[in-house]
């Protein structure tokens, strides 16, 4: 038998088809993802004039003092959890989420105490959120020093 050396011509690999693979994978996962959408809370500011709103059919309010407790239309709450601030506002607008939530919050409140009232309301459904102010007093600075 007669074997005959074969030359062997140069083996290469064409990236050409595997980069368009990748590029064509990178266009299915951009197109594919869906991206998360935060939910955000209408919050109706009142308005600096300091008129009086009218009275409204009902509304809840939910006060904040100055060490977290909160009173809904007040009625004082056993704790400070999420889960009672929510089955404490049901029970008063028995699912009516369309009713006005008026959030007043004392001056030393922690930011927490009042983010969690407005997170309640938003899980719940409540899309009127007010926040109470007072108009700062006339010719008091509330800077340091003024």
């Known amino acids: ?62 006060l904040i003092d100055e060490t977290g407790q909160y009173r809904i239309n007040g009625q004082g709450l056993v704790d400070n959890r999420m889960r009672t601030l929510q089955a404490a506002i049901y029970k008063l607008s028995a699912g009516d989420t369309t009713l006005p939530m008026i959030i007043t919050a004392d001056a030393q409140a922690a930011h927490e105490d009042v983010v969690r009232a407005m997170d309640a309301a938003g899980q719940m459904g409540f899309v009127h959120l007010s926040i109470t102010t007072r108009q700062p007093s006339q010719g008091a600075s509330d800077l340091p020093g003024g």
Request: glycine share 2%; aromatic share 8%.
């Open 1 to 62: 038998m007669k074997f005959r050396r074969q030359r062997l011509e140069d083996v290469s690999i064409n990236l050409t088809p595997l980069i368009d693979v990748v590029f064509l994978l990178l266009i299915f996962f951009m197109v594919s993802t869906t991206f998360t959408r935060e939910t955000q809370l209408s919050i109706d500011l009142p308005e600096a004039s300091g008129a009086a709103r009218e009275a409204d059919r009902e509304e809840i309010e939910i």
